[in-house]
């Protein structure tokens, strides 16, 4: 089983999932089609990853079910906006930094995390 597939049988259905970092929004796409999300929010730091994210769910027909947002970290959610966020492919470091610096939205949902590796990145 591949490590996008693990992530998505951690998420319980849910309203509304935030994936932060989302890159090229394959989690999106699993979430929306299988009926395991009513909607999701997509965040991407970088620009063009935000991009392939939004190609690819429009491409699927399911873009009007994702909110895409350009932003660092939680920084781009409000408290209780998302019943679960998505925290995953980037370094164990910089996960525990995007949670201490949005720590309030944090306590408001479930958290699914699944660091690729102790870097930064």
Do not use: W, Y
């Amino acid at each position: 089983m591949d490590r996008l597939t693990k992530i998505f049988n951690c998420i319980k259905p849910s309203t509304a999932v935030a994936d932060i970092g989302c890159d090229h929004g394959n989690l999106e796409a699993m979430l929306i089609r299988q009926n395991r999300a009513g909607r999701v929010i997509a965040t991407d730091i970088k620009r063009k990853s935000l991009a392939k994210a939004v190609g690819l769910c429009r491409t699927l027909g399911i873009a009007d079910l994702v909110d895409f947002r350009l932003g660092d970290g939680l920084s781009v959610l409000c408290p209780g906006e998302a019943d679960t966020i998505v925290i995953a492919g980037m370094g164990g470091i910089l996960i525990a930094e995007i949670l201490k610096n949005g720590m309030e939205t944090a306590r408001t949902a479930v958290l699914v995390l699944c660091p690729h590796s102790t870097r930064g990145n």
